[in-house]
């Protein structure tokens, strides 16, 4: 089984920082993208950034200015910065991965985390 467990939410002001992490444990082969995502209040699911096996990344593009992803794939990880952070950044964080396990190996499977909330103050 293969689990995601993302981390560094909370209540922030207007301005500040963040760094959120991701980490997926289990009996993992390989992983392809990581990925994240986040749900403010009301809305729909939507994507933030996301990165490749091949060292690719990419954030979307409104959110360019002020959010860095990064992955270090020694330890399964992925982070999220977010600098200057609004209040409309606010809302639950979630963590993705494909990840393809020894027992599913060529195929695999996209993991969620349970997500971790960023509020944010104005």
């Known amino acids: 089984q293969v689990q995601l467990v993302e981390s560094g939410g909370g209540l922030v002001q207007s301005g500040g920082s963040l760094r959120l992490s991701c980490t997926a444990s289990?009996?993992?082969?390989?992983?392809?993208?990581m990925d994240w995502y986040r749900q403010p209040p009301g809305n729909q699911r939507e994507l933030v950034a996301d990165?490749?096996?091949?060292?690719?990344?990419n954030i979307v593009e409104h959110l360019k200015d002020r959010f860095t992803v990064s992955r270090d794939d020694a330890k399964n990880a992925v982070y999220l910065q977010i600098d200057n952070v609004k209040p409309e950044d606010t809302g639950v964080y979630y963590c993705?991965?494909?990840?393809?396990?020894?027992?599913?190996?060529?195929?695999?499977?996209?993991?969620w985390g349970q997500g971790t909330q960023v509020t944010v103050s104005s």
């Open positions: 990165t490749n096996q091949n060292g690719g990344t």
């Open positions: 289990g009996n993992i082969f390989s992983i392809d993208n």
């Open positions: 993705t991965a494909f990840v393809r396990t020894r027992k599913s190996w060529p195929a695999g499977q996209t993991y």
